[in-house]
Every structure is written in C-alpha cells, then in structure tokens.
C-alpha cells in the first residue's frame, strides 16, 4: 500500500483503520507515514495526524525515532487544529523520554493556557501533563492552579477532565 495515496483517496474512520492495520508494528511503514506528515502539504499532514494518533495507542514505541520531530512540527504556529489535536492526543499513550520532557512541557503548557485553543487540545495538553507529572512531580505545583483557575469557566469537557486530573494528582 502506498500510504500517500491511501491517505488522499479518503478522510474516513475506515480509512483509517485500514491505514492502522497496513501498518501494524512494522516499524518501516510506520516511519512512511511520518515522513508523510512532516512532509506535508498540508492536507497529507492533516490526514496523516489521525492514523499517526491510532497507531501511536496500540503500538506506543513507534514513535519514539520520530518524537522530537514530531513535537517540532507541533511547536509551528499556523499548524491546523486537526494536527494538534492528534498529535497532543498521541502524546497522552506514550512514555515521553526524559531528553523531551522539557520541550513536552513547554508545549502543552502553552496550549493549556491558550484559551483560543479548542477544548480537546487543551483537555489532551492536560493529560499529558497530568502523565508526566508522575515522573516531574514539580509540575503539579503549575499545573494543579492552572487547571483549578479555568474550571469555573470551562466547558463540560474540560471540567470533567480537570476534577480527574486534580484526583489524581492531589492523592
């Protein structure tokens, strides 16, 4: 399969699922689909960020060769809402190596924070805060204010997010 153009035939949950399963655990495939996105246009980048995202939660080592690439292309400005979207999401069933913590951080603080982002973004930006301050635990003395400051302005979503995230990170 020629996953640039299985990405141009459709953008569908089927498509998808069968761009998932070309790939599987092979490691090649999985390093195609990557250079598709970073390589772009725009539109291939933006169909790319989805199945990147599945594969990424069944098969997380896959994109440890790829991370700091992959968190580049996340820290442009003009980067479409689908992109960050799949890709902050990512980041939530992957262990972040230590190297790239701090630009992990950085990123999805900012995002966070950004109350122009769309509330998955920024629900996902949590998360993978929230992950890492398993292993940081000084980012909760940032993080559990900032999540209890926008809960009494937040969406449904964000709020359900965030009074599990502070659970977790106050016991």
Known sequence: MDIKEALLKEHTKDQCVVIVN???????????????????????????AWPLSVCCEKEPHLIRPHLNKILNKLG????????????????????????LQGKTVDICFQFLQNNMEPIAVRVFAMT????????????????IPLVED???YAST???????????????
């Open 22 to 48: 070309h790939i599987g655990k092979n490691t090649d495939r999985f390093s195609q689909l990557v250079a598709v996105f970073l390589r772009g246009p725009y539109r291939l980048t933006q169909r790319a």
């Open 76 to 99: 442009q400005a003009d980067l479409q809402v689908a992109v960050k979207r799949n890709v902050v999401r990512l980041l939530q069933f992957i262990p972040i190596p230590k190297h």
């Open 128 to 143: 993978v805060l929230a992950n890492l301050a398993k292993a940081l635990p000084e980012l909760k003395n940032d993080l």
């Open 150 to 152: 926008h809960l009494p």
């Open 157 to 171: 979503g964000f709020t359900s997010r965030g009074r599990k995230v502070l659970k977790e990170l106050k016991t």
